[in-house]
Every structure is written in structure tokens, then in C-alpha cells.
């Protein structure tokens, strides 16, 4: 069995991911937030180091930088732990 190892990121960085994927796709904290199906309040606590994200906020953050172009894999690699 192949059991997908979850992302790792550098908890300190995990805001400043967030903050950037926003920004790269051009969404609001509002329209992030519902993509994701959080609150607005909850991705703004994320962005400023506040809050973790949940194990499957993760999942679909993960999602959503393996779907985009060239620009998720930076962000991948900038803020990955190897």
C-alpha cells in the first residue's frame, strides 16, 4: 500500500506560504477562504502566524499548488522541508 506522505512545511513559514498562494491566484482572504471551505477570519489568523492549518486544509492547500503551473513548484521548494 502507498500512503501519501502529507506536505511538510516549516511551521513558521506555513503563513507566508499562505499569504503568497493567495496572492499568486489572485484571491482575497474571503474568496481563499471559501475555496477552502474555512472562514475568513481563520485564513487571516493562518497568514499571520496565529493558527495552523488543519491536516486537511493542508490536503487541500497541497491541491491547489500541485495544480498550478510552475509557480506552485516554487512555492513547494521554497517552503519544504526536505
Given at each position: 500500500?502507498?500512503?501519501?506522505?502529507?506536505?511538510?512545511?516549516?511551521?513558521?513559514?506555513?503563513g507566508k506560504l499562505?499569504?503568497?498562494?493567495?496572492?499568486?491566484?489572485g484571491l482575497t482572504q474571503e474568496q481563499?477562504?471559501?475555496v477552502l471551505?474555512?472562514?475568513?477570519?481563520?485564513?487571516n489568523r493562518w497568514e499571520n502566524g496565529r493558527n495552523?492549518?488543519?491536516?486537511i486544509a493542508m490536503k487541500q492547500i497541497e491541491k491547489i499548488l500541485l495544480?498550478?503551473?510552475d509557480r506552485g513548484q516554487e512555492l513547494l521548494a521554497k517552503y519544504s522541508t526536505p
Open positions: 500500500m502507498n500512503i501519501k506522505k502529507p506536505l511538510a512545511i516549516k511551521q513558521p513559514e506555513v499562505i499569504r503568497e498562494l493567495r496572492l499568486k491566484t481563499f477562504a471559501a471551505g474555512v472562514t475568513f477570519p481563520t485564513v495552523q492549518p488543519s491536516p495544480e498550478m503551473d
